[in-house]
């Protein structure tokens, strides 16, 4: 089946909450299976939207409680600058985010970038790889990591983590993070995870919001040449696994898979 398209009526009051309770399934989900909750986020809009929705109290219900103890949150993708750089993804996720939770709370635990070899991109993703591969097992035993969640944006151009339209790394089947010198969208430097560990996911859910987003995915829901942007690439994981939280304004005049 085709992936789930959901257009809310507004982020706040709407796709908010409604993204909360998809997040808090798969953290429910996930503990039970392994006691942890594996989650991967990426940059733009997301980490702000991402606090609308985690951050608010409990309804008290069991299902409704965030628990952060359990949480590993890595990157989809990220910039090869230092992390108090005002282009890191970590240091947005940190402002809009995580440092809003509050300190009586148990604090998830979060994988970042080394910071050592910045000049060098493939190094930085060869080391956040080898993060992964101590938290997912080696990667002679395992073919890709299995990520409980990620958390993903949509370009205009249909990019989606550091995937950008018709680039080789789309072709890349084995490693599992990639480096890009020549990113459309600066910084040119970052790493990014690969689509087959993308498509490993349990689940994918797209957050894609404003009237900026809807000529593409008007491409990516309606037409040939948009199933191989990445984000298209990405939706053959079908409606088990991929969802995209829009909201109105986003959603104008796509016709619903
Ligand atoms: C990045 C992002 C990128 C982002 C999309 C959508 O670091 O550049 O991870 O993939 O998610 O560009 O961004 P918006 O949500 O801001 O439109």
Redesign the pocket.
């Known amino acids: 089946r085709p992936p789930n398209l959901y257009s809310f009526a507004d982020i706040d009051s709407d796709l908010a909450p409604n993204l909360r309770k998809y997040v808090l399934d798969q953290q429910n989900e996930a503990c039970k299976r392994h006691g942890v909750f594996r989650i991967a986020v ?5 980490p702000k939207t991402l606090a609308k929705a985690l951050l608010p109290p409990s309804n008290g219900s069991e299902e409704d409680k965030v628990d952060f103890s359990k949480w590993q949150i890595f990157y ?2 990220e ?1 090869c600058v230092p992390l108090n750089h005002e282009d890191s ?1 970590h240091k947005l996720v940190q402002e809009e985010w995580l440092n809003k939770i509050p300190k009586e709370m148990a604090q998830p635990e979060v994988f970042t970038i080394s910071e050592e070899h910045l000049d060098d991109a493939q190094e930085t993703a060869d080391e956040y790889e080898q993060k992964l591969v101590s938290v997912f097992a080696a990667r002679d035993s395992v073919k890709l990591p299995l990520f409980d969640l990620i958390l ?4 205009p151009d249909g ?4 995937l950008f339209p018709d680039h080789p790394l789309l072709r890349e089947q084995d490693a599992w993070v990639l480096s890009i010198s020549d990113s459309p ?1 600066p910084p040119a430097k970052r790493i990014t995870l690969s689509l087959p560990v993308v498509l490993a996911a349990a689940k994918v859910g797209f ?1 894609a919001t404003g009237g900026g987003k809807k000529d593409v995915l008007k491409k990516i829901f309606e037409t040939e040449e948009g199933s191989k942007l990445p984000c298209g690439l990405v939706n053959e994981g079908g409606g088990e696994k991929v969802s995209w939280f829009c909201d109105q304004a986003a959603t104008e005049g796509v016709s619903f898979p």
């Open positions: 990426s940059g733009g809009s997301l989809a993708d910039r993804n993903l944006g949509c370009g990019h989606t983590c550091s969208k957050v």
